[in-house]
T-cell receptor, first 115, second 112 residues
């Protein structure tokens, strides 16, 4: 149980395009979802926390207009990287919990490459 | 704030060797502690956890004991396999928060 599906797993696109990444909880209701960014050989950096039906809370230094997060249902959150540029290339990972219970359940990540 | 300090890697071992990855933490109150594993190109999987002092988490031959007196949560495995090659993250969940704090990660490579 407690499966989190992230899609796509890998995306390559041109600079200036917007990219949407989906995070779905398949067998539980995710009241809270987290979005992380991971640079090569580094740890995870929390970007934002989203609670179903409310605006996401962004960590300091993360541009909310650049990284749009929507958590409209208890099983789906999306991260949209708007007008992506090469410096946005990274590995993005989502996680989800139910009513704040731990542990967080992680998706398999999305590797984003901007040309 | 609460934080985790994790042994730096990379660590390279031969099959059947003993593995230890050190993890110490700084926290107020009584945090929960976790070890996550990340295989190449994948997300994180929970390996084990402990929620209070002296708890021992165990899974797949890995163990870690929550030591409040030394503020540590070292990961150990008695006999590693090639399939244990991965990046291991120590993580802390504060008692009064919902955000995980991760260590830097330790890359472990097991050679046949």
């Amino acid at each position: 149980g407690a499966v989190v599906s992230q899609h796509p797993s890998w995306v390559i696109c041109k600079s200036g395009t917007s990219v949407k990444i989906e995070c779905r909880s398949l067998d539980f209701q995710a009241t809270t979802m987290f979005w992380y960014r991971q640079f090569p050989k580094q740890s995870l950096m929390l970007m934002a926390t989203s609670n179903e039906g409310s605006k996401a809370t962004y960590e300091q230094g993360v541009e909310k207009d650049k990284f749009l997060i929507n958590h409209a249902s208890l099983t789906l959150s999306t991260l949209t990287v708007t007008s992506a540029h090469p410096e946005d290339s990274s590995f993005y990972i989502c996680s989800a919990t139910s009513q704040g219970d731990q542990p967080q359940h992680f998706g398999d990540g999305t590797r984003l490459s901007i040309l | 704030g609460d934080s985790v300090t994790q042994m730096e890697g990379p660590v390279t071992l031969s099959e059947e060797a003993f593995l230890t990855i050190n993890c110490t933490y700084t926290a107020t109150g009584y945090p929960s502690l976790f070890w996550y594993v990340q295989y190449p190109g994948e997300g994180l999987q929970l390996l084990l956890k402990a929620t209070k002092a002296d708890d021992k988490g165990s899974n797949k031959g890995f163990e870690a004991t929550y030591r409040k007196e030394t503020t540590s949560f070292h990961l150990e495995k008695g006999s590693v396999q090639v399939s244990d090659s991965a990046v291991y993250f120590c993580a802390l969940l504060p008692s009064n928060d919902y955000k995980l704090s991760f260590g830097a990660g330790t890359t472990v490579t097991v050679r046949a």
